[in-house]
């Protein structure tokens, strides 16, 4: 890695990603509908995912799986549910025994009732959204195959309920099973020890990086909802994959940004790179972006990365210009012996909770330069 000589901090940039035209499409006019049958299969769908028709109250389930009825309430707020009335219906088999396998989990220890809502918690968001977006998917499908069968909603929603359900089901059990293989993997690699306070959470060493498209509020305007909605879409899946490629992974995406991190230092910088990179040819359809990335320790709870370090990640990531990749000190000296990497030390500049920020500009060597 060589150093080249200081410049001014860089001015941040607004100009507009470009995306292809939008082209309508001819409106499609829903077929007449019989309520009481669309009722009917709608309740078929329910008791498929349910496991039967509601027929008992919060307190029955609670009585029924001995748990305190303020336990069980507790945990069907967590998961994002609003509190019913003691007579109400509203609750099956299912939820006895979901709630009896969380007491279950607390008597093996794994669960203490520190962690118990906040994993609940972070349980009911993760399938909210994911509920949400498949039912918009499977709205979709059965507005393409509404014709198949015969123009009746309710014949459609009972042959998804019966065919496409349990599918989904199955593909989630086996996506969560395989990063759960993949996170354990990680962990015993990383050879980081495990806190016994079950109130501590995991610190772990981690490049942070945030990649944000440039002009994104000027895109916005000019796309209609769905479009916008695949702009962002093909956006993070080509952050997904180039970092997967070099040994990052995403963790979440934040509206025009996206927050990865990566092991060392290396590897987040030459994923960021690599997305620049794609940013600036302008044969690639890819959004031009910009990123900041810092390296240290970082705190890993609940899928998500927190403390100082993903601060002055987001802080640079404002800083760079498009087309650029800033990194703090901690990444620059992670950097020092890698080759093919050119930094640029730039002013030291104050940001919002920062003061004397050190940003340091990245780019790859040029050939025959290394």
């Not at 309430?73 to 099956?92: C, M, N």
């Not at 501590?200 to 944000?212: G, I, K, R, T, W």
Request: hydrophobic share 45%; glycine share 8%; with cysteine.
């Amino acid at each position: 890695m060589s150093t080249d000589p200081a410049e001014p901090a860089p001015d941040p940039s607004d100009a507009p990603a470009a995306v292809p035209a939008a082209v309508p499409e001819p409106a499609r006019v829903a077929p007449e509908v019989d309520v009481r049958e669309l009722v009917a299969a709608l309740a078929r769908v329910e008791e498929l995912l349910l496991g039967g028709p509601p027929r008992l109250t919060r307190v029955e389930v609670a009585a029924r799986a001995g748990v305190p009825m303020e336990t069980g309430e507790e945990l069907w707020r967590s998961l994002g549910f609003a509190t019913t009335d003691d007579d109400q219906v509203a609750f099956t088999d299912a939820d006895v025994e979901a709630l009896r396998i969380t007491a279950e989990l607390e008597a093996l220890g794994v669960l203490d009732p520190g962690s118990r809502t906040a994993l609940v918690r972070t349980w009911g968001r993760s399938f909210a959204r994911l509920a949400e977006w498949q039912t918009t998917l499977l709205a979709r499908v059965a507005v393409s195959q509404v014709d198949e069968h015969h123009g009746d909603p309710a014949l459609l929603l009972r042959a998804m309920a019966d065919e496409v359900l349990p599918r989904v089901e199955k593909l989630q059990s086996y996506a969560w099973r395989r990063h759960l293989a993949a996170s354990a993997s990680r962990r015993l690699a990383s050879g980081q020890e495990v806190p016994l306070d079950p109130a501590s959470e995991p610190v772990l060493p981690l490049a942070v990086c945030f990649c944000d498209i440039v002009g994104f509020t000027s895109t916005a305007r000019g796309l209609r909802e769905p479009d916008l909605v695949d702009f962002i879409e093909t956006f993070e899946d080509v952050c997904a994959r180039v970092a997967l490629d070099h040994g990052g992974r995403i963790v979440k995406g934040i509206g025009d940004e996206v927050l990865l991190v990566a092991d060392s230092a290396e590897d987040a910088v030459r994923l960021a790179l690599a997305l620049v990179a794609r940013g600036e040819d302008e044969d690639d359809p890819f959004p031009r972006v910009r990123a900041g990335i810092a390296y240290g320790d970082v705190v890993a709870r609940l899928g998500d990365v927190l403390g100082p370090v993903v601060n002055v990640a987001a802080r640079l990531t404002s800083l760079a210009r498009p087309g650029t990749v800033l990194v703090d000190d901690g990444a620059h000296e992670a950097l020092t012996e890698v080759a093919g990497l050119r930094v640029k030390r730039l002013h030291r500049t104050t940001v919002k909770g920062y003061r004397r920020l050190q940003p340091w500009l990245v780019r790859e060597e040029p050939p025959g330069d290394a």
